[in-house]
């Protein structure tokens, strides 16, 4: 049996295909296919955080229906799922179920029960045991609490996964030691809002935080690097910050969301401080780490934004230099508090668009100028990928602060460390020089605030 997966929305989305995936395999003998015409069961994991790509998910129903085998089921999962629940199947009816995302451990079942729609929000598998990838990487992702408690008022999210709860924590560092010896280089730990974790487990659980439950992974024999998204801004305490930047296994780059840089639409948005909090967040940081990577999310044209409240977001991205960033323009979602704001509130789309195109721009200047500035800087680099173009073969893989680096001339095994001196930039991407293969041992000792202050 082919199995066919179209995967849209977040990381946590990413994550939720994955499991699905390992069910399918382990439980009921499927088998990947990227042949849409081939498979036997496609599934669509969804993503609603925007209007956009909710609306176009029915076309693509359509499109999907057309091609596929005759026989073959089609499911649609995720966020769009949870949110529109049966109206899926009245509107298309050649889907033969609906899976929320909060439900896609019940994925083995809903395939056998025609036309099912299992979309409850309340439904809890903090406790469920996925079966293993089947394919394991240097890179893994381990889930670390599901739902998220916030009620941010653009954010349709904890409509679709619920409230918040988190995994117990002996059973995600039995999970990450299994990673690990397995060939685990580096864990991304996942949750909407993993700084909270610690605040609510489904059954009696030792008092835990996000802080400690790193303390306890870094102790993982073999484990090279722990990363995670995404952290609250408010939840930001010198504590976690102070841990961050000491412990050598976390790798020293932050998604911290900014989503806006005016403390009133801060306020307007429930996100629970200001901009000079968040402000004192990025100095704090880089006071330990200068050499921090720092991402960050924008909506841009939230409801009632005027020009000064724009030019606060902007003021904020010069300071922080920001080096990933996602923006977006506000998109209204049902069941938000946003949503029912008066139509005279929200902004023209033209001045949305223009303040888009504003942010993007200042932020590729800024990419460039500090790509420019890497040069002659020494990183460590996890090798992920081979690569060739005409001339040259590269390794690739990323620092510690996130940055892509490619290595020309030379293939280093995958998962090995590299020691890579930067030698030239290509727009906001850096190219760099083989130094040597560093042991984990030595690769952790330059993973310090110390190290990198040399650097
Ligand atoms: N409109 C636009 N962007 C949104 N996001 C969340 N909700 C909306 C919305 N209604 C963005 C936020 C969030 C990212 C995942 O998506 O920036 O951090
Ligand atoms: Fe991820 Fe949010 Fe989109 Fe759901 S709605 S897939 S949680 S970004």
């Not at 050598?248 to 005016?262: M, N």
């Not at 000079?276 to 924008?298: C, F």
């Not at 001339?391 to 602060?401: A, D, P, Q, V």
Request: charge should be positive; proline fraction near 4%.
């Amino acid at each position: 049996m082919k199995l066919f997966v179209q995967t849209m929305g977040c990381a946590m989305n990413e994550r939720d295909s994955a499991h699905m995936i390992a069910e399918l395999q382990t439980k009921l003998n499927y088998t990947l296919t990227d042949n849409l015409k081939e498979a036997d069961l496609i599934l669509i994991n969804t993503c609603s955080v925007r209007e956009k790509p909710e609306k176009k998910l029915f076309s693509e129903i359509g499109a999907f229906a057309k091609i596929k085998k005759q026989g073959a089921k089609i499911g649609v999962c995720g966020c769009s799922a949870s949110h529109l629940g049966e109206e899926i199947i009245k509107k298309a009816p050649s889907v033969d179920f609906v899976l929320g995302a909060r439900n896609v451990s019940k994925i083995t079942q809903v395939l056998f029960q025609p036309k099912a729609v299992e979309v409850d929000i309340d439904y809890d598998d903090s406790t469920y045991i996925f079966a293993y990838s089947q394919s394991m990487n240097i890179k893994s992702t381990l889930n670390i609490s599901i739902g998220c408690d916030k009620k941010c008022s653009y954010c349709i999210v904890p409509f679709t996964r619920g409230k918040e709860i988190s995994i117990p924590t002996d059973l995600l560092l039995k999970e990450a030691t299994n990673l690990v010896q397995n060939g685990t280089k580096e864990l991304l730990l996942l949750g909407q809002n993993v700084n909270n974790y610690g605040v609510r487990f489904s059954h009696p659980h030792p008092k835990t935080n996000f802080t400690e439950l790193l303390r306890r992974l870094s102790e993982i024999e073999g484990l090279y690097r722990i990363r995670f998204t995404s952290p609250h801004p408010l939840h930001m305490d010198d504590e976690f910050l102070e841990e961050f930047a000491s412990n050598a296994r976390i790798a020293k780059a932050l998604h911290i969301p900014l989503q806006s840089g005016s403390s009133r639409v801060l306020k307007m948005m429930k996100r629970g401080y200001s901009k000079e909090w968040y402000l004192s967040r990025i100095a704090k940081l880089k006071s330990l780490l200068p050499n921090v990577g720092i991402g960050t999310d924008i909506i841009v044209g939230f409801p009632t934004e005027s020009q000064a409240d724009f030019e606060d977001t902007m003021e904020v991205l010069k300071i922080a230099e920001f080096d990933t960033l996602y923006s977006f323009i506000y998109s209204p979602r049902p069941n938000t508090s946003a949503y029912s704001y008066d139509k005279s509130m929200l902004i023209e789309p033209e001045v949305a668009k223009e303040r888009l195109a504003r942010l993007q721009a200042l932020h590729k200047d800024i990419l460039r100028k500090k790509a420019r500035e890497e040069i002659g800087h020494t990183h460590e680099v996890l090798i992920e990928n081979h690569r060739d173009d005409k001339e040259h073969c590269f390794s690739e893989g990323r620092s510690s602060n996130n940055k892509l680096i490619k290595i020309k001339g030379i293939k280093c095994p995958i998962g090995s460390i590299a020691q890579v001196k930067i030698t030239e930039n290509e727009g906001g991407s850096l190219i760099g020089e083989f130094i040597k293969e560093l042991s984990l041992e030595s690769a952790l000792k330059l993973n310090t605030p110390k190290a990198a202050y040399a650097q």
